[in-house]
């Protein structure tokens, strides 16, 4: 912060599985310089943290959901601990908002054959939401590096798929994309087709205290 770095994030795997995590995110946001402390969560907790972390200072989750399908959602991320996690996701959304604590971004890793027919019922969020829908293409980088290539898809591909998409600006490197009379919008962080490194501001502190000044770097 001493440097000017004035937002942080907290991602993971899962950081509200993190014990301490409440206190962590106090301590972070009473670092004097720090304007906004964000998580990124899979959702599934935010019904039972979401006042607790508005408490501790956090401004925003983003919220992690590569399908609106409860099955498929098992499928993809092996995670079984409710009948429904779609719907629980969604309860957490709207404890956040009762909470006072934005939770007004989704961001969704686009996967062909996976969640790609999904597409549209994805951008349909926007619909009646005031918040991002953001299709991340996948990185191959660690186990992805072995899937078939099938699977990685551009993200110029949600245009085609709905086309009633218009240009509608940019939020940090995510351009941001419209259907009109649509409440929300729609992000297309383009990772692998359309790199935007002069545009990345951004340094990854890992949890042995390394940093990292890109993704696809193994450099520390």
């Known amino acids: 912060v001493s440097l000017g770095t ?24 009473g670092i004097e310089g720090v304007r906004e402390l964000c998580i990124t969560t899979n959702g599934l907790l935010l019904e039972k943290y979401a006042n607790m972390l508005a408490d501790a200072g956090v401004s925003r989750v983003n919220i992690s ?12 991320t092996r995670c079984h601990v409710c009948d429904d996690p779609v719907e629980q996701i969604f309860r957490g959304m709207e404890a ?10 989704i961001n969704t890793v686009l996967m062909g054959g996976i969640n790609d ?34 699977v990685f898809i551009s993200n110029r591909e949600v245009l085609a798929r709905v086309p009633e998409l218009k ?16 409440r929300g919008k729609v ?13 990345c501001n951004r ?7 390394k940093l990292k000044a890109c993704l696809h770097s193994g450099k520390e």
């Open 187 to 199: 992000g297309l962080i383009s990772t692998v087709s359309n790199h935007f490194c002069s545009r």
């Open 6 to 29: 004035r937002k942080i994030r907290l991602t993971g795997g899962e950081p509200l599985v993190r014990k301490g995590i409440i206190e962590i995110c106090r301590r972070l946001s």
């Open 65 to 76: 959901l590569d399908t609106l399908n409860s099955e498929k959602y098992k499928t993809i």
């Open 117 to 150: 027919d999904e597409i549209p019922d994805l951008v349909g969020l926007t619909i009646d939401r005031d918040i991002q829908v953001r299709f991340i293409e996948l990185m191959p980088i660690g186990e992805a590096r072995n899937w078939d290539k099938k």
């Open 96 to 105: 956040c908002e009762k909470a006072g604590l934005r939770a007004n971004k």
């Open 167 to 182: 240009p509608a600006g940019e939020s940090g490197v995510s351009l941001l994309y419209q259907v009109p009379g649509y």
């Open 203 to 209: 340094l990854r502190l890992t949890s042995d205290g």
